[in-house]
């Protein structure tokens, strides 16, 4: 695909997030504190007045860092949000994500999304319908505010904005290929547990199995998930499942990993895609931690 029709199918792909504030309105960043963790740095800031945001990294780095956006999970935990990246969780492993990427001299961005951490309140579904009934998306709003994350990394003068990666797991792993692939800035997309092939779901029965979240009125007549990432390439893309995921059923991982495997063929990028598959449900292993790294040490 050239880089004309990506930038035709990035427009559609957008247009169906609902109706969004002007990408182009000021930016803006307030600095609360800062909070010595570990052996590393905590900025607690808010983006625009209305996203809580951290920003961590380590006390040993000068000069400008490359960057990784960790979007937080999901499951259920809406309290958790952001705090995600400096105490994990009980699907990832014990070490934080926050003293992991600052250990490597990565800085990380992570965001409550609407309904999580700081922006509770409303449940998720009151959260969906209230949207729906105006116009709005639920997952277009959480997909804006984390393109105005990139924003705000890309101002940020101790980031190099050539060496951005985004990384999650679940929800996160999700919102990951969708940043990168609306995003060009991005240059790395790490997905974990989060390669959901939508008829494949619909075939399986699955729909209940994910939240309201995800769910983007009219998708499916323009994109299936692969074409989605198709738009990533030929940037890098490591995609960790697990073979015995419920949410993520394995014919599916199937589908998506021989379209991308010829997308990327086609690009002449085979070796920039890819999959991994653990014998594993929904969690991050010791192995998937270390395919992360690696990963980022080799192409970050």
């Not at 809406?78 to 926050?98: D, F, M, V």
Request: aromatic share 10%; glycine share 8%.
């Amino acid at each position: 695909m050239n880089e004309t029709l990506q930038g035709d199918r990035r427009a559609l792909l957008y247009s169906l997030l609902g109706d969004l504030p002007e990408r182009s309105n000021t930016l803006s960043c307030r600095k609360v504190k800062e909070l010595a963790v570990e052996n590393y740095m905590v900025e607690v800031i808010w983006i625009n007045e209305v996203i809580p945001a951290y920003f961590a990294r380590s006390r040993n780095v000068s000069g400008k860092m490359p960057v990784v956006m960790f979007n937080h999970s999901h499951g259920g935990n809406y309290h958790i949000g952001k705090t995600e990246l400096l105490h994990s969780s009980t699907y990832l492993q014990s070490e934080s994500y926050a003293k992991a990427l600052t250990d490597l001299g990565y800085g990380v961005l992570c965001m409550d999304m609407i309904g999580f951490g700081e922006r509770k309140g409303k449940t998720e579904s009151e959260l969906f319908k209230e949207m729906i009934w105006k116009g709005e998306v639920l997952w277009g709003r959480m997909v804006y505010d984390s393109l105005r994350g990139l924003d705000y990394l890309v101002e940020r003068e101790d980031v190099d904005s050539s060496r951005i990666a985004t990384l999650g797991m679940s929800m996160g792993g999700l919102m990951s290929w969708w940043l990168a692939a609306l995003d060009t800035r991005i240059r790395i997309c790490i997905d974990i547990a989060a390669q959901v092939e939508a008829n494949t779901l619909i075939a399986c029965r699955g729909l209940d199995h994910h939240g309201f979240y995800s769910y983007v009125p009219g998708l499916l007549k323009y994109f299936q998930t692969s074409e989605i990432q198709s738009l990533i390439a030929p940037r890098h893309h490591l995609s960790l499942v697990g073979t015995d995921d419920k949410l993520t059923p394995l014919a599916g991982l199937d589908i998506i990993d021989d379209e991308l495997k010829s997308v990327y063929d086609k690009a002449g990028f085979s070796e920039y895609w890819k999959m991994i598959r653990y014998m594993c449900g929904h969690i991050e292993t010791s192995g998937m931690r270390e395919d992360v790294l690696m990963f980022l040490k080799n192409h970050l």
